[in-house]
């Protein structure tokens, strides 16, 4: 749960840096970004901005916003009634971003994980990500990113969006954002 | 068919059109730039600059890169061994596009046509997108567009790409560029 005056700030905070990095949105857009504070109400640690262009039946575009440090939770995206799951590309726009996956952990890894329970990170293969770079992840693949010190901008293409089937590590997480 | 010296101009100048926006993309990007003239000859008039970020057998993403006036071809995605044709949302980043396509036609179009073959461009509803702005084609719909006098730069957010399997109006053009 995240107030109202967190919420509008978040907003307000996401537009500056779509403007930093010369993204220009509508009007219409700029009513719509989505705050992700994961349910688990510290969005400046754990919380992703969200503004999605295009959802359909068959892909999906979405530019992400974080601030400095925030983390994206770790979550899958698993097959939903028999078709794959969501397979996704990050494409680093602006700032820097820790992507983490499995395989052979980093020996140091630039990200600090978040404080959270037990069970919520659990990958620490590492990707770094700088602008315009990129990295696709296949479907069910569990994942969290970080971004780095300037905050990120993230776009993301990817086949059809279902956030609600998403399967996150930590099982307070609830994907809905709700604001006071 | 180009010559390498009109392939490299038009490299460098579309380098140039991802700098004012503000684009990054890396150095092996950089090599990869494709200059695609239709087959016709005439890249100025016809024509488009297209940085693919990638293109998997479920989802693509595209920067187009277009110069004064340069336009798109008519053309079509069809359904393919059975799959559904690519769908695409043109997303204008950076100048303006007219964009055409099946319905009423505009009485008076902001796009000039394009000296070509009888039947080479045969729709006229008009779609204008500045900056911001993006529109999604359903399969195998008929379209062309052009850019405005500062150019444009369209990001294109796709199903997978599979340019062999497109069909344009003009029998004349030859989807694959032969550099000279």
Redesign the interface.
């Given at each position: 749960m995240i107030s109202r005056k967190e919420y509008e700030n978040a907003v307000v905070r996401t537009l500056g840096y779509f403007e930093k990095?010369?993204?220009?949105?509508?009007d219409e857009?700029k009513t719509r970004i989505e705050i992700a504070d994961f349910g688990l109400g510290r969005l400046e640690k754990e919380g992703l901005e969200i503004l999605t262009?295009?959802n359909?039946e068959?892909?999906?575009?979405k530019e992400l916003v974080m601030f400095p440090g925030q983390t994206c939770c770790e979550h899958r995206h698993p097959d939903v009634n028999g078709r794959?799951g969501k397979?996704e590309?990050f494409?680093c726009?602006y700032g820097e971003v820790y992507l983490y996956i499995e395989g052979v952990p980093a020996r140091h890894i630039k990200a600090t994980v978040p404080d959270a329970g037990a069970g919520a990170y659990t990958v620490f293969h590492e990707i770094c990500l700088y602008?315009?770079?990129?990295f696709?992840l296949p479907p069910d693949t569990l994942h969290w990113f970080q971004a780095g010190p300037l905050g990120a901008i993230v776009?993301e293409?990817?086949?059809s969006s279902v956030d609600e089937a998403d399967i996150f590590s930590d099982k307070n997480v609830q994907r809905e954002t709700i604001i006071e």
């Amino acid at each position: 749960m995240i107030s109202r005056k967190e919420y509008e700030n978040a907003v307000v905070r996401t537009l500056g840096y779509f403007e930093k990095a010369g993204i220009v949105i509508t009007d219409e857009e700029k009513t719509r970004i989505e705050i992700a504070d994961f349910g688990l109400g510290r969005l400046e640690k754990e919380g992703l901005e969200i503004l999605t262009y295009v959802n359909t039946e068959r892909c999906c575009a979405k530019e992400l916003v974080m601030f400095p440090g925030q983390t994206c939770c770790e979550h899958r995206h698993p097959d939903v009634n028999g078709r794959p799951g969501k397979e996704e590309t990050f494409r680093c726009r602006y700032g820097e971003v820790y992507l983490y996956i499995e395989g052979v952990p980093a020996r140091h890894i630039k990200a600090t994980v978040p404080d959270a329970g037990a069970g919520a990170y659990t990958v620490f293969h590492e990707i770094c990500l700088y602008p315009g770079e990129q990295f696709t992840l296949p479907p069910d693949t569990l994942h969290w990113f970080q971004a780095g010190p300037l905050g990120a901008i993230v776009s993301e293409f990817s086949t059809s969006s279902v956030d609600e089937a998403d399967i996150f590590s930590d099982k307070n997480v609830q994907r809905e954002t709700i604001i006071e």
